[in-house]
């Protein structure tokens, strides 16, 4: 169906593709993969339209294609679905799938046809949650998904359709919402090239995984005779293994850093908690469990009511944020983009964001908070929309470096990072561990929670269900995690 071959580009005299081959298949789920910079989205963007290749050639059914501009490639059948929505909220579903399309009728929009058109688009892909009236703004990010792929498939007869990173903004129970309608346009014959740094879902749903790195490359694998090393090997030239550093051993744990004593609030009952100096502690649980309630509760952004909590020895249970930064408390939250950093203003400003917010905190030097989390960049006046979101979420954790937190949570801490940057989040946070921070670590993904945790404490439906040792399986981490109410708890709900 496509081949692409020994494409190269460069920008401003610096190579970012050094002769790639890839060939797809019709129906295939072929998966690319590799570290941020290694040149996915370059490629993906050449066969889009949206550059054009220095050198190489791309033949589609048989036949050689040049593309200058992306409805060049739109009209030869290619499709793609950035990371980043381009939704307009407030219209319609039909009217963002023929956005700039519109069919016209003496003079006016068609809007019957423009309606019928996206109706029967949905029902080709079996899409029952959808009508062509809705507004986005009212769709669930997974449904807004949807939409992006059916403007693509809207805008020609699609027949190969890339798919950039399509489940980062996409809560757990939302990607099986992904995995199907994946399944279902690879029945119909269109073949998918999918990116993405999550290695479980790219072994769930491709036939091959291509490997990129440095711009090159570097392998292309038979999922099926693969493994998670296999593609990481390839990927970073070490063993997934080497993701995780070493756990605190018992005597290198500290005096009690945090305490909840039956926290609760309208999410969250009767919370006990402990966590020492030095000590890494996960937490578990299906989406709506309680978990980011959770971080959200010990840093007052929606606090307990009930229950007592003490930072450092000292009584505290903060209303607001700022009192949480002030008794010590740091929150690394799961949307980095919209909560996490002022994308617009520079890292040096980012990195300062609390320190000049919170009264209370001297001003650090910028140049050693970026050295601690090995944050790469231009310069300190880089905007930090221009950073991988590896660098991003590092400069997050610099900013909270700078107000010298005894206590340090995360929300999803490596959510759409790639494996390289991955391991080095893994590392900073051991190495902050052993220098007597105490760290939560709220992830879906259970192979980071077991490869960072001393211990990991389970949640469901708002309440902790249990803990689990170091090193603990994924079976037992989700026999909790199902498990129901103790009776209480289920006669309080009944009520």
Do not use: C
Not at 97 to 108: I, N, T
Not at 147 to 159: F, H, Q
Not at 198 to 223: C, P
């Amino acid at each position: 169906m496509l081949t692409m071959r020994r494409v190269s580009k460069s920008f401003l005299g610096v190579r970012v593709l050094h002769e790639v081959s890839l060939d797809l298949e019709p129906g295939e789920v072929h998966a690319l993969v590799g570290e941020n910079g290694a040149g996915k989205s370059t490629l993906m963007k050449i066969l889009a339209g949206e550059y054009t290749p220095d050198e190489g050639t791309i033949v589609l059914d048989g036949a050689e294609r040049s593309f200058s501009h992306p409805a060049q490639a739109q009209a030869a059948g290619i499709g793609l679905v950035h990371q980043e929505f381009a939704l307009l909220p407030h219209r319609t579903v039909a009217e963002n799938v023929f956005l700039g399309r519109e069919p016209v009728r003496r003079g006016f929009v068609d809007r019957r046809v423009m309606e019928r058109r996206t109706a029967e688009l949905l029902a080709e892909l079996d899409e029952t949650g959808i009508g062509p009236r809705m507004l986005v703004k009212d769709l669930s990010v997974a449904r807004q998904q949807t939409v992006e792929i059916v403007k693509a498939l809207a805008a020609s007869e699609v027949r190969v359709l890339v798919m950039d990173e399509p489940t980062a903004p996409l809560a757990d129970h939302e990607v099986e919402l992904l995995y199907g309608l994946v399944h279902r346009l690879s029945e119909r014959g269109i073949g998918i090239l999918y990116i993405s740094h999550r290695l479980r879902e790219v072994f769930d749903l491709s036939r091959r995984i291509t490997v990129l790195k440095d711009g090159r490359k570097v392998a292309t694998l038979n999922t099926d005779e693969a493994n998670a090393d296999d593609v990481v090997r390839a990927m970073v030239g070490r063993e997934l293994g080497s993701y995780y550093p070493p756990r605190a051993r018992p005597e290198e744990l500290g005096d009690p850093r945090l305490t909840v004593t039956s926290g609760s609030n309208d999410r969250l009952h009767g919370i006990d908690l402990t966590l020492r100096a030095g000590e890494v502690v996960g937490i578990a649980g299906l989406q709506g469990s309680g978990r980011t309630s959770l971080a959200r509760a010990l840093f007052g952004a929606a606090p307990f009511t009930n229950g007592r909590m003490t930072v450092g020895g000292r009584p505290l249970r903060p209303t607001s944020p700022r009192e949480a930064i002030l008794g010590g408390l740091a929150l690394v939250t799961e949307d980095r983009k919209t909560e996490g950093l002022s994308l617009r203003q520079s890292v040096r400003d980012n990195a300062l964001l609390v320190t000049r917010a919170v009264p209370g905190h001297g001003l650090r030097e910028v140049g050693r908070l970026l050295e601690r989390v090995r944050l790469r960049a231009r310069d300190e006046d880089q905007e930090a929309q221009y950073l991988s979101g590896g660098n991003q979420q590092k400069l997050v954790i610099a900013k909270w470096l700078a107000a010298r937190p005894q206590v340090l949570i995360f929300d999803e801490p490596t959510r759409g990072v790639d494996v390289g940057a991955k391991a080095a989040i893994h590392t900073l946070v051991r190495e902050l561990s052993r220098e007597g921070m105490a760290v939560l670590i709220v992830s879906s993904e259970l192979p980071e929670l077991i490869g960072m945790s001393d211990r990991i404490l389970v949640m469901a439906e708002g309440t902790l269900t249990g803990e689990l040792a170091a090193g603990a399986s994924e079976e037992e981490i989700m026999r909790l995690a199902t498990s129901d109410h103790t009776a209480a708890a289920g006669e309080e709900s009944a009520a």
